[in-house]
């Protein structure tokens, strides 16, 4: 087949990761894959430089940014029917909400000059539309969604969750949606780096502490806040914090810390690493805190659970299917008291989240390797193709 996959930006991300992961399947699988991306932009790190290393195509069209912008999305939406029109692929998959929306409608267009092809599918990783969005622009990507939802053939969801919501906003009808966990390297993160002792010892860590870690970027809604608070609250000075990644919030996260002689020498900041660093981040981390309040599926809970680590996460989305009381604690949203209460647990118990982490060890295999990923992919284009 040839296939045309579209992202807004190849920043260090998860729906960034599950197309790279894709993409290179795809590749190996004998398919002819071309991905076209925005620039990566942002003081996220970037996966640009992975995707040209492949054996895959990569176009970068400088017009498709993340921000909305009429003048330059007209102009994304141009280049993309130009590329489509000339590749002439069987299939258009698209990924994020902006290249998702213009990706399809530009599919769409191409399709009814060419005929039955390309087939349309998209990924939803995260529905644009929250409860903490705003409420015009909600109402927005509900309408632009709609109207996409009708141009594609299949929706692929991350999560069951995705599905859920997607339904509950009229997006499309039932029978287009399947649920395809995204996929992740499982064997790069089961075996113990060599350098962890010598991340622990970069923090100043004694063989006694507790580090517990959050990786995501220093962004709105990823809930930082929340653990800075349950930090304060936690008397155990061997309990220590560490946030891996970067972002526009990460100045006032920083000021927060320096403000409060509890958290000073007690929260960890590392900045951003690249990808291969995350295996050594998870097996120095005692158990793994995401407290987001908007994710499908956030990719560093089964890359926690391939580390043997357990899990403590809100209950948002997607996470009451992977996480339940055998590999972690699912905590209220936003409610401090819980994560505090359950930081403690797990601090309190090596045994416990030595268990937790065996359990999650056996589930990500299960559900989550890249390979599976790739198959139900790449079968859910044939049968598109031979309907």
């Avoid at 330059?72 to 998959?93: E, F, G, Q, S, T």
């Avoid at 806040?225 to 309990?239: G, S, V």
Wanted: a positive charge; one cysteine or more.
């Amino acid at each position: 087949m040839r296939i045309v996959h579209i992202i807004t930006r190849m920043i260090l991300g998860g729906a960034q990761e599950n197309t790279i992961l894709t993409c290179e399947g795809l590749t190996n699988r004998g398919h002819e894959v071309i991905l076209i991306t925005g620039p990566a932009r942002g003081p996220e790190g970037e996966l640009l430089q992975r995707a040209r290393s492949h054996r895959y195509k990569v176009i970068v069209v400088k017009s498709l940014l993340r921000s909305i912008n009429p003048l330059l999305d007209a102009l994304a939406y141009r280049a993309l029917m130009k590329h489509i029109r000339k590749i002439k692929p069987d299939i258009v998959h698209t990924h994020s909400s902006k290249a998702g929306i213009l990706g399809r409608e530009a599919a769409w267009k191409v399709r009814k000059r060419l005929g039955d092809k390309p087939k349309i599918v998209h990924t939803i990783h995260g529905l644009p539309f929250h409860r903490y969005g705003n409420r015009f622009l909600n109402r927005l990507y509900i309408a632009l969604e709609r109207r996409a939802g009708q141009y594609s053939d299949a929706l692929i969801s991350v999560a069951d969750a995705m599905t859920r919501q997607a339904l509950q906003a009229g997006i499309a009808q039932q029978e287009k949606y399947t649920t395809i966990y995204s996929g992740i390297e499982i064997n790069s993160f089961i075996n113990r780096p060599d350098d962890v002792e010598q991340f622990r010892q970069s923090l100043s860590l004694r063989d006694e502490d507790i580090l517990v870690t959050q990786v995501s970027r220093l962004a709105k809604l990823k809930g930082h806040e929340f653990i800075l608070k349950a930090a304060e609250r936690i008397t155990n000075p061997k309990i220590h914090f560490c946030f891996v990644g970067d972002g526009k919030l990460r100045k006032k996260i920083e000021q927060r810390i320096r403000s409060s002689a509890w958290l000073t020498g007690r929260v960890h900041l590392t900045g951003l690493l690249p990808p291969e660093k995350m295996p050594t981040v998870f097996h120095a981390s005692d158990f793994i805190v995401h407290c987001s309040l908007h994710e499908g599926l956030a990719r560093v809970i089964p890359q926690a659970f391939a580390a043997g680590k357990a899990v403590i996460s809100f209950d948002i989305d997607g996470a009451s299917e992977v996480i339940d009381d055998e590999t972690g604690i699912l905590v209220k949203p936003a409610d401090v008291d819980q994560l505090r209460d359950a930081i403690i647990k797990l601090a309190s118990s090596p045994e416990l989240r030595k268990q937790m982490g065996q359990n999650g060890l056996k589930r990500v295999k299960e559900k989550f390797d890249h390979n599976i990923m790739v198959e139900k992919i790449e079968a859910l284009y044939n049968d598109l193709l031979n309907r």
